[in-house]
């Protein structure tokens, strides 16, 4: 049996829509959109009351919602299971193609993946994680199946803790102490106080270190993107196998490139 995963979707939207009118917010819309996103929670196909238990919907509402996407192209069933269809891959290409930043970042990353040799990526922070939303390799660089709209968990990356750096500290220990903080490698941090200590150092020395927290044999090194008023919103990062450079040669021969690369940024975003 599937174990129901944090559905952050609900608790999202409703901070982020707290200022809009009731008479404004479409109930139906909301729950479409967490169906679509607990598929990707499930990683597959599913029941109607397996999606019914993660979003937290009644078995009624799901039904019409599935069946609303099925019609529309979105979803497809075969007998008791729902999938997702192909067509909702537009949605993802629609924030691909009208996003400012990401239309930007895209060939500064492959410059950058092409001048060093390794893996290059755009994160943006999503909740309690961040998302991929540009990318570029190099064929020798390590592959770590990762691609655009891929997520890790924020307090355990490097892309994560530039971010969670330019956010209040207030909500960030909130933020760390309600999610699920497991140890992904024998490496990895997980108290709140240490993580913290890590965004901290991060927003002061201007970049984060990550050094096989994720994955073993893999080290990460990120830097911030912020706009004209000085606002994080994007964490640019180089990853490597550690087969490859220690820490301390990721940080004397990557960071500049990184730097150089962060120049190349319109001051306009």
Same mark, same amino acid.
């Given at each position: 049996m599937r174990t129901p995963a944090i559905n952050t979707t609900k608790a999202r939207t /409703?901070?982020?829509t707290s200022a809009i009118d009731d008479r404004e917010y479409v109930m139906a819309l909301e729950k479409g959109l967490a169906l679509i996103e607990a598929f990707g929670q499930l990683r597959g196909s599913a029941t109607l009351s397996?999606?019914?238990e993660l979003t937290g919907n009644t078995k009624a509402?799901? &039904?019409r919602s599935l069946?609303?996407?099925c019609r529309l192209g979105y979803?497809?069933?075969s007998g008791r299971q729902f999938r997702l269809a192909a067509r909702? !891959? /537009?949605l993802g290409e629609a924030f691909v193609v009208s996003d400012q930043l990401t239309r930007i970042a895209q060939p500064i990353l492959e410059t950058l993946a092409e001048r060093t040799k390794?893996?290059?990526s755009m994160a943006v922070l999503d909740a309690q994680e961040v998302v991929f939303v540009a990318r570029a390799t190099h064929r020798r660089s390590l592959s770590v199946g990762l691609g655009v709209g891929a997520r890790l968990p924020a307090f355990a990356s490097a892309t994560g803790r530039v971010l969670l750096g330019g956010q209040p500290r207030d909500w960030v220990r909130?933020? !760390?102490? &309600?999610?699920?903080r497991p140890a992904l490698t024998p490496k990895s941090i997980t108290s709140v106080p240490k993580i913290v200590q890590q965004i901290d150092m991060a927003q002061r020395q201007g970049f984060a270190l990550c050094d096989q927290e994720l994955e073993v044999g893999l080290r990460s090194i990120a830097v911030p993107i912020r706009d004209a008023q000085g606002t994080v919103v994007a964490a640019m990062s180089l990853s490597v196998a550690t087969s490859r450079m220690d820490a301390n040669t990721i940080v004397d021969k990557l960071l500049p490139e990184l730097e150089r690369s962060r120049q190349r940024f319109p001051m306009l975003l």
């Open positions: /409703r901070e982020d397996e999606l019914a509402s799901v &039904r069946l609303t996407l979803a497809a069933q909702t !891959l /537009r390794e893996s290059a909130f933020m !760390l102490n &309600r999610m699920s």
